[in-house]
């Protein structure tokens, strides 16, 4: 039995395409499980610069319902991050650390590019950071 894929494409959306979409999240995944320690702890990470760009405060409870994990374990996970540096937590919620923020630009960078390399290889234009 093998494991190859067999279609071109999937609900119109060619194999290749997919396929660098995996790979790519893949990374990402890999990325964040190298920063942050684990998925839950990316998860707990990413939902609290989300909201952050949107201009929301983040509650315990709040994480807790969107990362579906007990408030006492978001709390400790928590208190992991703001003591590994990645986050803040006050009277006011939970921030990203502005540090932090400038500590993972490069990471940011290096993503965009894998994502504009895997776009080019498709064919989509050419994508190229800003200067």
Do not use: C
Not at 4 to 11: G, I, M, W
Not at 96 to 104: N, T
């Amino acid at each position: 039995m093998t494991n190859t894929v067999a279609q071109t494409d999937y609900a119109g959306v060619s194999a290749q395409e997919v396929i660098a979409f995996a790979e790519l999240m893949n990374d990402l995944e890999l990325q964040h499980i190298e920063m942050f320690g684990d998925s839950v702890n990316s998860a707990i990470v990413t939902n609290v610069k989300a909201a952050e760009l949107k201009g929301q405060s983040v509650s315990i409870r709040g994480l807790a319902r969107v990362v579906v994990l007990q408030p006492s374990t978001i709390r400790r996970r928590i208190a992991n991050l703001v003591e590994r540096g990645w986050l803040i937590h006050d009277e006011t919620g939970v921030h990203f650390d502005e540090a932090a923020r400038e500590r993972g630009a490069p990471k940011v960078r290096l993503a965009m590019l894998r994502f504009a390399h895997a776009l080019n290889k498709l064919g989509w234009g050419d994508f190229r950071p800003p200067t």
